[in-house]
């Protein structure tokens, strides 16, 4: 599957997150709403599979095909810029400052929220025949899902933000494997296979990606849940979105960039 050592690719990891700051708007904001939106189905899909068969691995099993798709069409997710483009800025790429970083994040989570709500309306339409029934097991279950997630973590107060902000971390930690897990290999086959282990590794746990949450909670509001847009955005979206960063940017950006990039000085050893 024609493996790239990490050594190789690494450099690749910052010319990424240099080339994002210097794509267009246009460009930006298309690439990252098509991703939004394709994550939402492939999620959609997943707590279809998992509520049908009454067999969540198999729903985190097919999940990572949404993740191995928008990422083959080169669409952006929030949480792999979180991961990439400040790189450029650690590396001191021509004109890459904490401003443009922010303004990049900024059209990308746009873009994310604009294609996940998206297709949060169509599903909710589908299901619901044109908003005329309840929407059955599937509206019923992430419903369900959107209210544990959010007045959930509120029970318990600080510790209950704590959680989901972990829960963030620890999921970006694993999506992020996959954006630089497939950079290890030329072949399609090879890429896939290493973005599907780590994908399927966070769904199937639980752990909180910001933009699969920008299509479950607006969903799950449609489909009836019962908590309001403020608790989705201080006891879910908002930390899970600072989880996301740290987690991404720790333990995948600058782990990989300060082993494989800015390599320490070999040991001299006495003979």
Not at 178 to 205: N, R
Request: with cysteine; glycine share 12%.
């Amino acid at each position: 599957m024609a493996y790239i050592e990490p050594s190789e690719f690494a450099t690749k990891m910052v010319d990424a997150g240099e080339q994002k700051i210097y794509m267009s708007t246009k460009d930006t904001l298309i690439r990252a709403y098509m991703a939004g939106a394709i994550l939402a189905l492939a999620a959609v899909f997943a707590i279809t599979v998992a509520t049908q068969t009454a067999n969540p691995l198999l729903g985190a099993l097919l999940f990572p095909v949404g993740f191995i798709m928008l990422y083959l069409m080169k669409f952006d997710l929030l949480t792999g810029v979180f991961t990439l483009v400040p790189l450029a800025w650690i590396d001191k790429r021509p004109g890459v400052t904490i401003g443009q970083i922010l303004r990049n994040w900024g059209l990308v989570a746009l873009g994310n929220f604009g294609g996940a709500f998206t297709v949060a309306v169509m599903m909710a339409f589908v299901f619901t025949y044109g908003f005329n029934t309840d929407g059955g097991a599937i509206a019923a279950k992430v419903a369900t899902i959107g209210e544990s997630r959010t007045v959930g973590y509120a029970a318990h107060g600080f510790d209950g933000w704590l959680t989901v902000f972990i829960r963030g971390m620890l999921c970006n930690w694993m999506v992020s494997m996959g954006v630089v897990g497939a950079m290890i290999s030329t072949s399609v086959s090879g890429k896939w296979l290493a973005m599907w282990m780590p994908i399927m590794l966070f769904f199937y746990m639980g752990f909180e990606h910001s933009i699969v949450n920008m299509f479950l909670f607006p969903f799950s509001l449609i489909m009836g849940g019962n908590f309001t847009i403020s608790d989705y955005l201080l006891w879910n979206e908002l930390p899970v979105a600072l989880g996301n960063l740290v987690g991404g940017l720790v333990f995948v950006g600058l782990a990989i960039y300060y082993t494989h990039v800015k390599t320490g000085t070999k040991r001299t050893l006495s003979k």
